[in-house]
């Protein structure tokens, strides 16, 4: 059993950053993939962003490349996803996940166990 925690969401203006975090609590492993995804008002949740446990393979959708970077430190259990040049078009609630297996492909919602409750992010132009 894995709780995972995001915080850092808010109201920023386009063109400005924020600093998403998630934290995991309770049987927490060093050996899983860790991944953010958003949901925008009446639309599907889809991919942002995943990081494997070592830390040397990250993977981002293509609206986000360049301007968001995740990172994780398994020491503290924690992912956290800095967004920069943000737009309007990225405001959505933002959840991170955790997928405790050995490995697969981390860009697919199915392949996660564990999510958080979101934290919402809201761009204004």
């Known amino acids: 059993q894995v709780q995972l925690v995001e915080s850092g969401g808010g109201l920023v203006q386009a063109g400005g950053s924020l600093r998403l975090s998630c934290a995991a609590s309770?049987?927490?492993?060093?050996?899983?993939?860790m991944g953010w995804f958003r949901q925008a008002p009446g639309k599907e949740r889809q991919f942002v962003a995943a990081?494997?446990?070592?830390?040397?393979?990250?993977y981002y959708t293509g609206s986000v490349k360049g301007r968001f970077t995740i990172s994780r430190d398994n020491a503290k259990n924690t992912v956290t996803l800095q967004m920069n040049s943000l737009k309007p078009e990225d405001t959505a609630v933002y959840y991170c996940?955790?997928?405790?297996?050995?490995?697969?492909?981390?860009?697919?919602?199915?392949?996660?166990?564990?999510w958080g409750q979101g934290t919402q992010v809201t761009v204004s132009s």
């Open positions: 996940a955790a997928d405790t297996r050995a490995d697969g492909p981390i860009w697919e919602q199915r392949e996660y166990e564990y």
């Open positions: 309770g049987r927490t492993s060093s050996s899983y993939a």
């Open positions: 990081i494997r446990w070592s830390g040397s393979s990250t």
